[in-house]
């Protein structure tokens, strides 16, 4: 059973573009949902995190928005960049402090 | 400042060899976590510790993985008998208590032939 299903799984922008990500789950326990970066090789890094007491949260170029109803949460990258070519994972958590992954999308920007 | 960092990065075993890997977390973060992760999939959740104490197992960590952070410092993460579908990058993410957001090692590649 797949608890938490992300969409894109690739995704092409050219620079400067708008990328969207999309995060449907169905634990209505989870009660933070944060996305991750993930560049290879190296280790996931915490990219932004949202709480279901806002609907939307943005730092700099990226923004969370989040659907408490429909158990959707997705992640707006602005103004794109080649360094933001790397794989995203959303991963909502409940209380158990447990993060569960969804599959990754690859995003490539293009110069 | 120093992040999570694991030991060895890449492992190579044959299969039925045991291998153990280590994890050190940020200083001061109680709470300490295990993840394996397979080409092309997201991290998938093994065990957790607060301090020394593991309080939570996945049934994916059969009877030939066991981890340990007997002084709620480092841990350790054993595979007996390894197997070819052990292979994967296994990470080590710590956390503070009272916060939400998990610190990420580098991962240790580990490859059974």
């Known amino acids: 059973q797949q608890q938490v299903k992300q969409s894109p799984q690739s995704l092409i922008v050219q620079k400067g573009g708008i990328s969207i990500i999309n995060c449907a789950y169905e634990?209505?326990?989870?009660?933070?949902f944060p996305w991750y970066q993930q560049f290879p090789g190296k280790g996931p890094a915490l990219l932004i995190a949202i709480r279901p007491d806002v609907s939307e949260k943005k730092e700099g170029r990226f923004t969370i928005s989040f659907n408490k109803s429909a158990k959707q949460f997705s992640l707006h990258i602005m103004d794109s960049q080649p360094g933001d070519s790397a794989t995203y994972f959303c991963?909502?958590?409940?209380?158990?402090?447990?993060?569960?992954f969804g599959k990754g999308t690859l995003l490539t920007v293009n110069p | 400042d120093t992040g999570v960092s694991q030991n060895p990065r890449h492992k190579i075993t044959k299969r039925g060899q045991n291998v153990t890997f280590r994890c050190d977390p940020i200083s001061e973060h109680n709470r300490l976590y295990w993840y394996r992760q397979t080409l092309g999939q997201g991290p998938e959740f093994l065990t957790y510790f607060q301090n020394e104490a593991q309080l939570e197992k996945s049934r994916l960590l059969s009877d030939r993985f066991s981890a340990e952070r007997p002084k709620g410092s480092f841990s350790t993460l054993e595979i007996q008998r390894t197997e070819q579908g052990d292979s994967a990058m296994y990470l080590c993410?710590?956390?503070?208590?009272?916060?939400?957001?998990?610190?990420f090692g580098p991962g240790t590649r580990l490859t059974v032939l």
């Open positions: 993410a710590s956390s503070k208590q009272g916060t939400d957001t998990q610190y």
């Open positions: 991963a909502p958590e409940g209380s158990n402090y447990k993060l569960t």
């Open positions: 634990n209505t326990a989870f009660d933070y």
